[in-house]
């Protein structure tokens, strides 16, 4: 169920904003992080605080007429969890959100932040290694009795997501936990929500990689040989320039199609409604203007040819398009929620610190399961009669 909380978090996005934007600097000294990192969360923890103080005091505590609205309602385990955490005053030390708290995050994650979604990342509960198979190798034809396991063994490959943790932290302010179990648990979900979705459209977009503890993200390349990571550059420019029967929009995303439809071999591979184009969200208004019509009986319709899924994302810099093929990057989460103390003095004042950790990785098949475009997209706005 998606978390229904009224208004908006103002402070919370623009000193988000902010953080993105000192962490996409490489030149940001890990001073200027830190800064930018602890405001982004004071801003967060005071804003939804306000929030679910507020809906505390409006609500009534009915869980049929609540669940009715569509507010949230606890499981027996949930309520149990949440009250002990409420009567210890906090967290124990190593205890484990309950799975049915950690699957809602899951989703809300997913239904909140679209790149996520698009990028199809998955929850692997406790699990943190599995077995990946390659589905153009995983046959093979021989005798009728004839050893087949040397033969299929190279379609198999073992992946490990507990390789990086995605840490995130819960100042539960001590007034929090006088509201009750239902709205601690909001609290807590909405926290880890907007924290983790922060570092994760980082990471799958922008991580640079093994050597700096972080994911390879979409924008990357990593050299076959040396290993090293490096920003993709540019394959060509989009200008979305109209024309009487479109045949520029058609002509420009079929030569991105086509580039992405063999990978970094040269093998063919089916993209087709597999495609996800990523934008700034200042860019992404001018990219529907362009393929937006007006059809005959006055209805505005919004479509980009060979059914490519538009998505927003602050991860991608302004001007820039990246395309990228859906199941061809790797990108999960895993070995549930688990909390810690933090034992470092911060200037919280009235609050619990936790830190509550989880696994999560990310990296494409290989250098073209995205490519990354520039936009050159320009209106021509005529002047009114007689100016």
């Known amino acids: 169920m998606v978390m229904k909380l009224k208004g908006k ?25 830190e800064s930018a990192f602890t405001e982004m969360f004071t801003a967060l923890q005071t804003d939804l605080t306000e929030q679910i103080t507020n809906a505390a005091r409006n609500e009534v505590h009915d869980a049929q007429i609540l669940a009715a609205r569509g ?11 949440f009250n002990e955490a409420i009567e210890f005053g906090g967290f124990d030390e190593d205890s484990i959100l309950p799975v049915t708290t950690q699957d809602r995050i899951f989703e809300d ?3 909140e932040h679209p790149l996520l979604d698009a990028i199809g990342l998955k929850d692997l509960g406790a699990v943190t290694r599995f077995i990946k198979s390659d589905p153009t190798k995983a046959y093979a034809w021989g005798q009728l009795f004839g050893e087949i ?27 929090m936990l006088e509201l009750g179990p239902e709205y601690v648990e909001r609290y807590v979900r909405t926290l880890l929500v907007e924290s983790y979705s922060v570092g994760l459209e980082y990471g799958l977009v922008n991580g640079r990689g093994p050597a700096q503890n972080e994911p390879i993200g979409l924008m990357k390349n990593k050299d076959s040989e040396t290993g090293a990571v490096t920003t993709k550059t540019s394959s060509g ?19 991105v199609i086509k580039s992405l439809s063999t990978n970094e071999k040269g093998k063919a591979r089916k993209v087709l409604n597999k495609i996800v184009m990523v934008v700034n969200p200042v860019d992404a208004i001018s990219v529907e203007a362009r393929n937006t019509i007006q059809t005959a009986n006055g209805q505005w319709v919004t479509s980009l040819p060979y059914n490519i899924r538009v998505v927003e994302s602050e991860e991608i ?18 070995g549930g929620y688990k909390t810690n103390k933090f034992d470092q003095t911060l200037a919280i004042e009235d609050a619990m610190l936790y830190t509550i950790k989880q696994f999560a990785n990310g990296k494409p098949s290989d250098n073209k399961a995205a490519l990354l475009y520039d936009l050159d997209i320009n209106f021509t706005t005529s002047e009114p009669a007689g100016a």
């Open 9 to 33: 978090m103002e402070n919370f996005e623009t000193k988000k904003a902010a953080y993105m934007n000192v962490m996409k600097d490489e030149n940001s000294t890990p001073e200027q992080l």
């Open 237 to 255: 420019t989009l200008t979305f320039a109209p024309s009487d029967k479109g045949e520029v929009v058609a002509g420009e995303l079929h030569d």
């Open 71 to 81: 507010q949230n309602v606890l499981t027996s385990v949930e309520r149990k969890f």
């Open 109 to 111: 994650l997913v239904e």
């Open 317 to 334: 810099p302004e001007k820039k398009a990246l395309f990228f093929v859906k199941g061809e990057y790797l990108a999960a989460v895993a």
């Open 149 to 175: 396991k040397g033969q299929v063994s190279a379609a198999f490959s073992e992946e490990q997501i507990g390789q990086l943790k995605l840490t995130a932290f819960a100042v539960i302010p001590k007034d």
